[in-house]
């Protein structure tokens, strides 16, 4: 308390004080000043009106006001806690954790949760400073406060990102880089830079294959690295992996002869030669499906040439066998039952089902 006068004195009400009587005590006297209300602090819901500045950098300090938020437990920045204190009972004062991001700050007291109507911008960080990549190939950025983002500036020409994410940015090199530098922009500002050294275009070498599905391709030339697709034909291939020199894929179910598109960091390339994949068997109809063992019975298809043919664990006699027809008998010594009619070439395999009855 302060005294004023004989008639005045200013007393300060602790945080923990309650609500009762008030009495002035000195060492002659003990009386009562009446009863004091304490009105409770933090039980109303809580507002946030303003926040300042708007646009920061992470480790900077907010400036939060509104009402009922003296009482705040937590308060966060993009969902991320942040170290706070108390200003006032309509008031406090937040640093921005190093990590932060763009977002809405948060205010949670016991009487309510408080979310700010505007969102604290911060510039996009960049954690690479240098990468590469060739015309019409993609690059990717990597940082923190990125998800925002709105162009990426190569030696003075915006490129709109092409995605984006918190941690990472992507773009297409345009058919006109240069090596040199850049830099990202957000609403908070731009990010530190980054060097950026144009590679040469990739180029696929030659060459003279016959493939089937499944089979696992590796194919040479230069400027191969940072592979992200390989089509043959039309049809992506599976399990990438690439050096500088080399690019290896699996021949993926459903592709056909024809040529190869490799896109990877340098850019992208279709090969001068045809990759042929030779076509699996393939069963159109087979009849009978059931019958006694002994039976003959017709395959039609495509790609049947040289098949070796099974039912069940027993191989089958055949009295024909064209790239179209396959004709055999079921083969003695099988008991009553369903069996797997297998036809394998040097293609590949397929199969139906026979009754023996």
């Known amino acids: 308390f302060r005294f004023v006068s004989d008639q005045l004195l200013v007393v300060t009400v602790p945080t923990n004080a309650s609500s009762g009587v008030l009495r002035l005590i000195s060492s002659s006297q003990n009386v009562s000043a009446g009863t004091l209300t304490v009105a409770s602090r933090g039980t109303a819901a809580p507002t946030i009106t303003v926040v300042e500045p708007y646009v920061v950098s992470p480790g900077a300090v907010l400036r939060v006001q509104g009402s009922n938020i003296g009482a705040a437990s937590v308060v966060r920045i993009a969902g991320l806690d942040a170290v706070f204190s108390v200003t ?17 700050v948060t205010v949670i007291t016991p009487g309510g949760t408080a979310t700010s109507s505007g969102t604290v911008t911060m510039p996009p960080r960049l954690q690479t400073t240098s990468t590469e990549g060739g015309r019409g190939g993609t690059v ?27 941690t990472s940015v992507s773009f297409v090199v345009p058919s006109n880089a240069v090596s040199g530098s850049g830099f990202v922009t957000g609403p908070g500002g731009v990010s530190s830079t980054f060097t950026f050294t144009l590679l040469p275009p990739p180029v696929l070498n030659a060459f003279s294959l016959s493939v089937k599905v499944g089979d696992t391709v590796t194919l040479s030339g230069s400027n ?4 992200t697709n390989v089509l043959i034909g039309t049809v992506a291939a599976t399990s990438l992996s690439s050096t500088s020199t080399t690019v290896t894929f699996v021949v993926p179910t459903g592709a056909k002869t024809g040529t190869v598109t490799f896109t990877g960091a340098a850019g992208t390339v279709v090969s001068s030669s045809t990759l042929t994949v030779l076509a699996p068997p393939v069963i ?7 019958g006694k063992t002994g039976t003959t019975v017709t395959i039609t298809g495509t790609g049947l040439t040289g098949a070796t ?5 027993k191989t089958a006699t055949k009295s024909t066998n064209t790239a179209t027809q396959i004709k055999f008998k079921i083969p003695s010594g099988l008991a009553k039952g369903t069996y797997t009619v297998k036809v394998v070439t040097a293609n590949g395999e397929t199969t139906r089902t026979f009754k023996v009855t």
Not at 224 to 227: A, D, E, I, W
Not at 309 to 313: A, D, M
């Open 88 to 104: 006032g009972r309509n008031a406090l004062s937040l640093t921005l954790p190093l990590n932060a991001n763009n977002g809405k």
């Open 224 to 227: 191969l690295q940072g592979v």
């Open 284 to 290: 159109t109809g087979m009849t009978p499906t059931s």
């Open 309 to 313: 043919v099974t039912v069940g664990t």
């Open 140 to 166: 990717v950025l990597l940082g923190e406060n990125l998800a925002d983002v709105t162009s990426v500036s190569l030696n003075g020409v915006s490129i709109t990102p092409s995605a984006k994410a918190l």
